[in-house]
């Protein structure tokens, strides 16, 4: 095989023996490098439906692999493994298999949208990103990713108060993803908050990350609120037959 083609295959595909001999010809060591085989047999034939019932995934089907979203990620301009237009291909051809290898990656989306608004289809290129990075979660692929947990944490506290108090999102979120407090850049941030704003302001800010101030008359959207998430992840849930899989 010319060296230059094994750039084109992954890495465990190659197949060299140190001693092989066949027809009485010995063919060992990596002159005779041989491929195994890459036929796809297994697809999941449901998985971009899967993909398209979750949040952010409606509009998959509109690609037509022009390209523009990966031209444009933030994320692919310091690391060309993040693929948003090979990944959403992936999906369309159910090739699970393929995509599973990145899965550790997917979820680095850093939602700046430049995808988004490059996309001449309307696919929502970032929401596809947030939404496999959820298919993978749901799937049990991968573990809870540190932006998942700030979308819950985020989400709780609005559901419950009806409010967004910066510093409370953040306590929450570091107990959650086990991180201290005290880190070098939140200390940066504090400093030059405590030096440019109102004493007053701060004072307020401070209150409401202790007493947790609530909306008044939330109970009502709350429960409203609350109901609909739940029909959304039922929905989720159905589409990519979790509660079946579990009942089997």
């Known amino acids: 095989m010319p060296i230059h083609e ?98 550790d990656i997917i979820w680095q989306c850093v939602s700046c949208n430049k995808c988004t608004y490059a996309c001449p289809r309307d696919v929502n290129p970032e929401g596809v990103m947030k939404a496999t990075a959820h298919w993978l979660e749901l799937k049990g692929h991968t573990e809870k990713k540190p932006s998942t947990v700030f979308d819950e944490v985020f989400s709780e506290q609005v559901f419950a108060t009806g409010k967004i108090e910066d510093g409370r999102v953040l306590q929450e979120f570091f107990a959650r993803t086990k991180q201290p407090l005290l880190q070098d850049w939140l200390v940066a941030l504090v400093r030059g908050l405590a030096s440019r704003l109102p004493v007053g302001l701060l004072m307020k800010l401070g209150l409401a990350t202790l007493f947790r101030p609530r909306t008044r008359g939330w109970d009502t959207a709350s429960a409203a609120i609350e109901e609909y998430v739940s029909e959304c992840e039922a929905v989720a849930r159905k589409a990519l037959r979790l509660d079946v899989q579990g009942a089997e």
């Open 6 to 103: 094994k750039s084109l295959i992954r890495p465990e595909n190659l197949v060299t023996h140190e001693h092989l001999e066949i027809d009485g010809v010995d063919v060992s060591g990596h002159w005779s490098t041989f491929i195994t085989s890459r036929a796809v047999t297994d697809y999941n034939e449901q998985m971009e439906e899967e993909i398209a019932a979750l949040p952010g995934g409606e509009f998959i089907h509109r690609c037509w692999q022009c390209g523009s979203c990966t031209n444009a990620c933030t994320v692919n301009a310091i690391n060309p493994d993040f693929n948003p237009r090979y990944w959403i291909y992936l999906i369309r051809m159910g090739f699970e298999d393929e995509l599973l290898r990145d899965k």
